[in-house]
């Protein structure tokens, strides 16, 4: 079993920036990607972004390119997700995964585990 915790959730206003963290602990895979989801309440948990074991080429929603940046590092076992520009639509439960296999994915099939969400709110 792999644990994730995640943090830095919180209330903020819109155009401000946020950084969530996920740790990693437990039977964790010696190859494993990472990926950020969110859901809102009533609707379907959707893609945010995604990083591979070696942290190349990420890849990101449309709703998060050129304000979000993904990041890990290997060494603490912790995912990031930096989020700037923040915007009222972003709003929602974010949540961390962890894929046993080094290549990164946009589908929540492809992840075996998964945090317990972190909550981020935006107002306008």
């Known amino acids: 079993q792999v644990q994730l915790v995640e943090s830095g959730g919180g209330s903020v206003q819109a155009g401000d920036s946020l950084t969530l963290s996920c740790t990693a602990s437990g039977r964790i895979h010696v190859s494993y990607a990472m990926a950020w989801f969110r859901q809102a309440p009533g609707k379907e948990r959707e893609f945010a972004a995604a990083v591979g074991l070696r942290g190349r080429t990420p890849l990101y929603a449309d709703s998060g390119k050129g304000r979000f940046t993904i990041s890990r590092d290997n060494a603490k076992n912790t995912l990031y997700l930096q989020m700037h520009s923040l915007k009222p639509e972003d709003t929602t439960i974010y949540y961390c995964?962890?894929?046993?296999?080094?290549?990164?994915?946009?589908?929540?099939?492809?992840?075996?585990?998964w945090g317990q969400g972190a909550q981020v709110s935006v107002s306008s």
């Open positions: 995964a962890h894929r046993s296999s080094a290549i990164a994915t946009t589908s929540t099939y492809d992840n075996q585990y």
